[in-house]
Structures are given as C-alpha cells and as structure tokens.
C-alpha cells in the first residue's frame, strides 16, 4: 500500500473510474471544507441563538476568517506549486475537521476568533490551490473543459444534499438551538475529516506536479499585472458583484425577522438559494456568456436586474402575507447573483490577459475581489443590531448600488476591450510566441 502511495503516476495511468472518483472527492470537498466558515449564510439565527452572540459578533468572526483568507490568497497558489496535491488534500481537510469540531463545542466569541483565523489557514492557504490543480492532474490534454464543467455540478449536487441534511438536523432540534448547531458542527467536521482520509489514500504522487523553479513568485509577471487596464477593471467588477452577491444572504435573517417566516421555510429558501441554484445558474450564465461571446455584457445586465430585485425587497409591506412572495424574489435574485458572480473571473479571457500572467492576475483578482468578506458582515450586523428590522432596507439598498457600481464597471471594460482590440490580441500572441520559444529552448 504505501509503495502504491509513493509512485509517481500520470493521468492516463489511472483507471476511468479513479479519475471520477478523484473529480467527485475535489469537487465535492471544495463545497463541504467551507460550510463551516460560512454557515451564517443559510443558518443564520439558530447559529446566533446557539453562541449566544450578536450580529455584530457574527459578522465579527467571519470578518476574521476573510482578513486571514485575504493575505493567504496569493501565497497559496506559490504552496499549490512547491507541495504535492495529496499532502495539501490531507491535511487541508483533516486540520479543518479538528477546527470544526473545536467550533462544536460552541466557546466564546474569542475562542472562535481563533479558530476561524485557523480555517483561513487551512482552507485558502493550505487548500485553495489545489481544486483546479487536481483536476488538471486527473484530465488529459482534451478533457480538462469538460470535468471542471462537471466538477462544478458535482460542488452543487454536493451542497445541495449536504445542505439539505444540515436544514434536516436543526430541524430536527427546534426547541434546542444548541444542541442542533453542535450536531450539525458534528457532522460536518466528521465529513470534512473523512474527506482527508480519502484523500491521503486514494489521491496519487503525479509526475510533474512539483514546480522545481526556483522562483515561487516573478516580479516581471506582477509588473505586468499591475500595468494591465484588465486586470483592474475585472478586479473592481468582481469586488462589487462579490458585494452585492454574498449581501444576499441577508435575505435569511429578512424573512424570519420581518416577514415571519418558519424556520423550515427560512432553511429550504436558503440551501436552495445558496447550493440548488448552483446546478443551474453556473451552467445558463455560462451558456450565455459564450453565445454572446461577452462575459462583461452578461454581468451588467444581470448586475441591472440584481439590483432591481435588490429595490423591489425594499418595497414589499412587512407582513407574513408576502413571505411567497419574498422567497420567490430571493431565489431568482440568488440565481442571478450566483450566474453573474461565477462568470466575472471569465473578464481576464475576455480582455486577453496573456496566459504568462494568467495565474498571478488570477491571484490579484481573489484579494480585491474577496475583500467584501472582510467588512460588510461586520457592518451590516452592526446595523441590524442598532437598527434592527428597520436595518434591512438600508442593507439592501447598498448592496442594490453594489450592483449597479459593478453594472459600470463591467460596461467600462466591455467598451476598453472593443476599442483595444487589435492591441490586446497582439499582447495576447507576443506573449505566447515568448512562451513558445522559451520552452523550445528548454528543451
């Protein structure tokens, strides 16, 4: 066994079905090792009532986990390259596993500080690079389009039936908030924890994967980057749609503190507006951003459409009666926040970044792009707290502007990369012709 585990191997060495399974095992990892961080966005009051915490607090520990994820952003792609997938996969999840259960135990607010500081650490340094990386690994030169369009089916078929077993499991303890949120901490660091072990064993040593270079990080590539009008605008676009699109959850605690909603009502609104829709909305905003050949089209008028809706929450009567009604908006505003968010990285292409500098525009793009995280929990829990229900419409009104500012941006670099067509194309080649004859040399 432990002969097996030290070969190196490439992807046409491995049978069909252990490259599925390889798939199915990232795929669904990259939905499940961050519920934990993440759990106020469908489980919001039964978490608050659990720790015994306000929004404020709430907010508070996810800002945490954020500024941690921010600064790790960067480097873990340079740890992605220096250290073997297996050894990330691992350990990644089995460290986030111990941490979710020390999250189950349901401590103080500071305790927790520490521990979602600890999940930035193990889930973006450790094992944020490795998804994209390891479906690279188990695909062959033609294939790599195909599974990762499959692995983001298999991340919302995974959250969708995960999701659903949480909303079953604090269900199933209404009259005990604290007893269905350590349950439910349980089991996830219980899955999360099954996960590494499944990938200690079954993910390969792949030939290749380690970059030997001596340079981790080119300061030749970040020149470029900083220089490149795209890279900004494609940055700015996804700082606001990412806004706007995590603001959404605020939708969760509207619909039982306002409008009087159920709990079971509140939880099936919010795994399928954060997971079910995700089988959906990937795929049809995808599909349009190729048939009109222009991401940036896509996102502003989505971003339009977004902030509409956003308004429309705004107008409906506090009343129970309205409740359909507001569930119905907040699926299709999650749908299409969910659509144009997983379509806003696709920029880069369409202002032809030169794939020299792919990764580290990519890099650039997750710190500014997930600064959102950072504050706007803390914010916007500061103002429920203050404010109360009479907080929401502020709340929804900015994440409204959110998406028309993204709406902007995505119209500035639509019209940049029209006018600077033919400039950017010749980048695009000069760069590739670079690439090319570096490589011929290199061999």
């Given amino acids: 066994m432990l002969e097996k585990l030290r070969k190196e191997v490439r992807a046409t060495d491995l049978t069909g079905g ?3 399974f390889l ?3 990232v795929s669904m990892g990259s939905s ?8 106020k966005g469908v489980f919001y009051d039964p978490l608050m009532g659990a720790l015994h915490c306000t929004n404020a607090d709430l907010g508070m520990l996810l800002s945490a986990y954020a500024i941690t994820a921010t600064i790790c ?3 873990s792609g340079i740890v992605a390259d220096k250290v073997r997938v297996r050894t990330l996969g691992w350990v990644g999840f089995t460290t986030t596993a111990v ?12 305790t927790l500080m520490f521990v979602f500081i600890g999940m930035g650490i193990t889930t973006i340094l450790i094992w944020w690079g490795i998804r994209f990386k390891l479906v690279r690994l188990i695909s062959t030169e033609d294939e790599y389009s195909k599974n990762i369009g499959v692995s983001y089916g298999i991340y919302g078929a995974a959250g969708l039936v995960v999701g659903l077993i949480n909303m079953w499991i604090v269900n199933a303890f209404v009259d005990n908030m604290e007893g269905g949120v350590r349950t439910l901490l349980i089991f996830l660091g219980s899955l999360i924890l099954l996960l590494g072990i499944l990938s200690f064993l079954f993910i390969p040593r792949f030939e290749g994967e380690i970059d030997t270079g001596e340079a981790g990080f080119n300061l030749k590539e970040l020149g470029q980057v900083v220089k490149n009008p795209v890279v900004w605008l494609s940055a700015a676009c996804m700082f606001f749609v990412y806004f706007y699109y995590t603001g959404v959850t605020y939708t969760t605690p509207y619909l039982s503190g306002v409008l009087g909603a159920s709990l079971g009502i509140v939880s099936l609104v919010s795994v399928i507006r954060t997971y079910g829709i995700t089988l959906l909305s990937g795929p049809a905003f995808g599909f349009l951003a190729r048939k009109t050949g222009s991401p940036s089209q896509v996102i502003w008028i989505g971003s339009v459409v977004a902030a509409l809706a956003l308004v429309g929450m705004t107008l409906l009567p506090s009343k129970s009666s309205v409740a359909i009604l507001a569930a119905v908006i907040i699926i299709a505003l999650g749908f299409i926040a969910n659509g144009v ?5 696709s920029q880069l292409t369409e202002g032809r970044v030169p794939i020299t500098i792919f990764g580290t525009a990519t890099g650039i793009l997750s710190v500014i792009g997930f600064l959102p995280d950072t504050f706007s929990s803390t914010w916007f829990g500061s103002m429920i707290d203050s404010q109360g229900n009479d907080a929401y419409r502020p709340i929804f009104l900015i994440l409204a502007g959110a998406a028309v500012i993204s709406a902007v941006f995505a119209i500035i670099l639509l019209a940049y990369v029209r006018r600077n067509a033919a400039k950017l194309k010749a980048v695009e080649a000069a760069a590739a012709a670079e690439l090319a004859a570096a490589d011929a040399k290199a061999e």
């Fill in 32 to 39: 499940t090792i961050y519920a934990p961080a993440y759990l």
């Fill in 73 to 75: 952003y960067l480097p």
């Fill in 23 to 25: 798939l199915i095992l």
């Fill in 99 to 110: 941490l979710t259960y020390v999250y189950a135990l349901l401590p103080s607010i500071t």
């Fill in 341 to 345: 968010f997983g379509i806003v990285s």
């Fill in 18 to 20: 252990r490259r599925i």
